[in-house]
């Protein structure tokens, strides 16, 4: 569903108000809040998001944050080792060494937007889930191919009937 309108009409509480209302149903939330500040910013609202759902804060040093995230990511499955090398790098951390090489391997734009979008539906396989991109109008372009790779993969995998009147 795509909700739009202009500034100040409640869209936001009109989000709230529906998280609210399924929230008796138990869903996995994502909340992306896009921001104008930081819509330069590659994956910005994703990492925010994935802080958040790992209960890293700013206080945390490396190590402590390097620990949350690999808990976060043992509960939603596969190849958490591969999912923390892509996704380190957006938490501000350095990704794996390849001990042969010595040097960081960093991984190109396709599969950090492949594991993002792994995550967000692996953590629906239990049941609902809920996610929310708001103020898409700032989302930087790796966010939008996150946002399109979504889309794509839930269309594909979960078809959705969507019955309408014929025109008159």
Request: overall charge neutral; some cysteine.
């Amino acid at each position: 569903m795509l909700l739009t309108g202009e500034a100040g009409i409640g869209k936001s509480r009109l989000l709230h108000a529906l998280v609210e209302i399924i929230t008796g149903d138990r869903p996995a939330q994502h909340f992306f809040q896009c921001s104008s500040s930081h819509s330069e910013t590659p994956f910005w609202p994703i990492a925010q998001c994935l802080a958040m759902s790992a209960d890293i804060i700013g206080d945390d040093d490396t190590p402590t944050r390097d620990a949350k995230l690999m808990l976060r990511l043992a509960r939603w499955g596969a190849n958490p080792a591969r999912a923390a090398t892509v996704l380190r790098p957006l938490l501000g951390l350095s990704g794996d060494v390849d001990a042969a090489e010595s040097r960081p391997q960093t991984p190109g734009r396709r599969e950090t937007i492949d594991v993002l979008t792994g995550q967000v539906l692996a953590s629906a396989r239990s049941g609902l889930a809920l996610v929310i991109f708001e103020d898409v109008q700032w989302a930087d372009r790796g966010t939008l191919d996150m946002l399109r790779s979504l889309v794509d993969a839930i269309v594909f995998r979960w078809p959705a009937l969507m019955p309408r009147q014929p025109r008159r």
